[in-house]
């Protein structure tokens, strides 16, 4: 990954460049920070967390932190922007889009610029984005900066979510089959779930699977187990909820299924290290 782009991710919050995405070709890459690709030119075939696809012209994928890239092959003219999210600018640009929507268009192409008025739509989005780049690369306003780009990503996810469901496919045009398909659907699953239920043997019972097993396809395509992504997930929507809704603890106990707010609050601070009260008083982003 390029250096300059790296290093501006942390000091920023954000980072844009054209790319071949050459360190992709037939390696294994790690996503750091939640990435949006979009391709400018050429084709490209690749993999994320083991599933397939082309990428033309035209076409965006978002794709979480801790996604795992592999481009298969490129055309000698594949150009994309790739930009990268700081976990604190993503949160923020999504927390009004509900964790199923996200389900929907997270590692998924979707066709943008299908008309006129959608390309100048895009291109005014991409264009504030380097406006935004230029006022951080010079220190200028760094709140202005980091309020702006929330905005500029929220609407960018807002135009993919109405073209994801203008082009709804179905689920296995996209994902193929065997273990992919099924680490598919346990993710879908748990969008839908982790509220009401955060035990290994609940979605393993669902997919009608052993949790050896869904154990096994978890840690092959995500490089985690069940429960840590199930915990992963569940404190990513608790953060969320801390940090841009008003809703008191008691009505996050209510609405996650929690026994008491005391149980609440030690599987919070287990995997973040704060308390509720300490998060949301400081506003901390927990990787």
């Not at 390696?27 to 696809?53: N, P, R």
């Not at 066709?111 to 991409?126: P, S």
């Not at 193929?176 to 509220?195: A, D, N």
């Not at 509720?276 to 008083?281: C, D, G, I, N, V």
Request: aromatic share 12%; with cysteine.
């Amino acid at each position: 990954m390029n250096n300059i782009y790296l290093k501006k991710l942390p000091m920023q919050g954000f980072a844009t460049i054209q790319s071949s995405l050459q360190q992709f070709v037939q390696h294994v890459y790690q996503l750091q920070h939640t990435s949006i690709f979009f391709c400018l030119s050429g084709e490209a075939l690749f993999t994320i967390d083991g599933h397939k696809y082309r990428f033309t012209p035209g076409q965006i994928i978002v794709c979480p932190m801790g996604s795992n890239i592999l481009l298969l092959d490129i055309t000698s003219d594949f150009s994309s922007r790739l930009l990268g999210l700081s976990k604190h600018i993503w949160l923020a640009a999504r927390s009004a889009i509900s964790p199923e929507t996200m389900q929907a268009i997270e590692r998924r192409t979707h066709q943008g610029g299908n008309t006129e008025l959608e390309k100048e739509f895009l291109g005014n989005i991409f264009r504030q984005i380097d406006i935004l780049e230029i006022e951080a690369n010079n220190n200028t306003n760094t709140e202005f900066c980091r309020q702006n780009i929330i905005l500029s990503v929220n609407s960018l996810l807002l135009y993919i979510q109405r073209i994801s469901e203008e082009n709804e496919q179905p689920v296995k045009e996209s994902f193929g089959e065997g273990k992919e398909k099924l680490f598919y659907e346990f993710r879908t699953l748990l969008t839908k779930h982790f509220r009401d239920d955060r035990s290994v043997q609940y979605y393993a019972d669902m997919l009608k699977i052993s949790t050896r097993h869904l154990n096994s396809i978890c840690q092959r395509a995500g490089g985690q187990n069940a429960k840590e992504i199930i915990d992963h997930y569940t404190v990513i929507e608790l953060q969320v909820a801390l940090m841009y809704s008003h809703k008191s603890f008691q009505e996050l106990v209510n609405e996650f299924h929690f026994p008491d707010q005391s149980y609440l609050n030690r599987y919070f601070k287990r995997h973040t290290g704060y308390s509720l009260s300490e998060f949301r008083a400081n506003g901390v982003m927990v990787d």
